[in-house]
């Protein structure tokens, strides 16, 4: 089945304690993205692949990292988490780097920074 | 029924009348739209899009409406059904910011049987 998993899909954590979520996706899709969803604010793109070894910031990139070291897998790293990343993360993948085409995404990472 | 989806509105209809959900969108420049439905505890889902080429899409059930003059998009849905009890969003591509999208915060869609 064609899809974007996401690890752990619920969190609780402290203050400074670094995790990674990682997301992995089966489609061979070029293009991988993070986002974050806060109440009133939509999603918001922290960074995006085009491809493997290429990552760039979105809009909320602060206090996140990202690699791409293979095609299939974009971990998501807060080196040092604070409670203002208290958020819902998604992964989201699509074919290709162009502009248009479908995001799949995962289903959710609820992460909880006290 | 209808409603501007820019702060989480919801809107109630009767399963199996037409529901007309509405979305602002912020740039001129936007070449690309995509409607997602968002279900609880579930991550969005691709439901249609449309290129700024185009004035109407059609899909399954489904329609968009794009309004470049107002820069208004709507997605009709025929004959709502309970599993269509979500919430929508749209999400518009601004040429030259690096396949980014940026999204709308949602209008929360509930049918009642």
């Known amino acids: 089945e064609a899809q974007v998993t996401q690890n752990p899909r619920y969190l609780i954590t402290v203050t400074g304690k670094k995790l990674t979520v990682t997301c992995s996706q089966n489609?061979?899709?070029?293009?991988m993205s993070w986002y974050r969803q806060d109440p009133g604010l939509g999603l918001r793109q922290i960074y995006y692949?085009?491809?493997?070894?290429?990552?760039d910031k979105g809009d909320v990139p602060e206090g996140y990292k990202v690699s791409r070291k293979e095609k299939r897998n974009f971990p998501l790293i807060l080196e040092s988490p604070s409670p203002n990343q208290t958020s819902l993360y998604f992964c989201?993948?699509?074919?290709?780097?162009?502009?248009?085409?479908?995001?799949?995404f995962g289903e959710g990472s609820r992460l909880t920074v006290l | 029924g209808e409603s501007v989806g820019l702060h989480l509105p919801t809107l109630s209809v009767q399963e199996g009348d037409n529901s007309i959900i509405n979305c602002a969108y912020s740039?001129?420049?936007?070449?690309?739209f995509i409607w997602y439905k968002q279900e609880s505890g579930k991550g969005p889902q691709f439901i249609i899009d449309?290129?700024?080429?185009?004035d109407k899409r059609q899909g399954q059930r489904v329609t968009v409406l794009l309004n470049k003059t107002v820069k208004h998009l709507s997605l009709q849905i025929a004959a709502t059904q309970p599993g269509d009890s979500a919430v929508y969003f749209c999400?518009?591509?601004?040429?030259?910011?690096?396949?980014?999208?940026?999204f709308g915060t949602g209008t929360s869609l509930t049918v009642i049987p």
């Open positions: 999400a518009e591509n601004i040429p030259n910011t690096g396949n980014q999208f940026y």
């Open positions: 449309i290129r700024s080429n185009m």
């Open positions: 740039n001129s420049a936007s070449d690309y």
């Open positions: 692949s085009m491809n493997v070894e290429v990552t």
């Open positions: 989201a993948s699509k074919k290709l780097a162009g502009f248009t085409g479908e995001l799949f």
């Open positions: 489609m061979n899709h070029e293009y």
